[in-house]
């Protein structure tokens, strides 16, 4: 048996204090780190440590690079942004896996959590995640359009908080306005809105509105988007931003 490892490392989403122990101790073991080139970029660089970036649409490939070199013996870290098991790469490692080498099956393989995109955003929001909510990627790259819709429509009429996920790029800038346009035809159009753009980074941004006056075209792909439920709704702090609040109970009292 092979005696690489291979860590699947969450870096979080930007800070490095946001990194945990754990993941740190993973990379200073590492002898190769894989990963899409900005977030490789994101970990100082070593003399002693091979550094392997790719596309970011490249994810099975560099799980099979990564798989490659921890069953050849190296001690490999293949790093995400946010948390590695939401929308990143320790799919991507174990649909290599299932497919691949039968070898890679006996490989030691650990998914080392980081924090997510959404805990992030909701942090600075207040508590917009307080009650059930749900976690859906508008992008279509990988599942039909018709899928995303579908989801949406069943993620509003049952009332989650959603979060929006990879809500607009260059490729697919349209998408958003049309997520956008299907929920406000199944949410009160004062249903509390957050963009909350690289958050944690130094050009961390929160807008804040209503399904009925936002503007989708703010958001791109550094933006985590918050759809509040009918129960979500904002805590006036005068001049301060305002914190966005789903509480624990459902269709209680004021």
Not at 55 to 79: F, M, P, T, Y
Not at 131 to 159: P, Y
Not at 192 to 210: H, K, N, S
């Amino acid at each position: 048996m092979s005696k690489g490892k291979l860590w699947i490392v969450g870096l979080g989403p930007g800070p490095a204090h946001w990194i945990t122990p754990e993941a740190t101790s993973a990379l200073e073991q590492a002898g190769d780190i894989v990963g899409y080139g900005p977030y490789v970029d994101r970990i100082a660089p070593r003399p002693d440590q091979r550094r392997h970036c790719s596309d970011n649409r490249a994810e099975l490939q560099r799980a099979k690079q990564a798989l490659a070199l921890a069953s050849s013996g190296a001690h490999v870290a293949v790093v995400s942004g946010g948390d590695p098991g939401v929308f990143a790469m320790a799919a991507a490692v174990f649909e290599a896996v299932e497919c691949g080498d039968a070898a890679w099956r006996a490989l030691h393989i650990e998914v080392l959590p980081g924090i997510s995109a959404m805990q992030a955003a909701a942090a600075r929001l207040g508590a917009p995640l307080g009650h059930d909510f749900c976690a859906i990627s508008l992008s279509d790259n990988l599942k039909s359009w018709d899928v995303v819709a579908r989801r949406l429509k069943a993620a509003a009429e049952g009332d989650f908080v959603i979060a929006l996920y990879n809500p607009a790029s260059k490729a697919r800038p349209t998408r958003v306005h049309d997520a956008f346009s299907l929920l406000r035809t199944h949410r009160a159009t004062t249903t509390p809105v957050a963009f909350a753009r690289a958050i944690g980074r130094p050009d961390e941004r929160i807008v804040l509105a209503t399904l009925g006056d936002a503007d989708p075209g703010i958001a791109d792909m550094s933006t985590l988007v918050m759809i509040g439920s009918s129960e979500t709704r904002l805590i006036d702090r005068g001049e301060a931003r305002p914190w966005l609040l789903t509480p624990r109970s459902y269709g209680g009292a004021r």
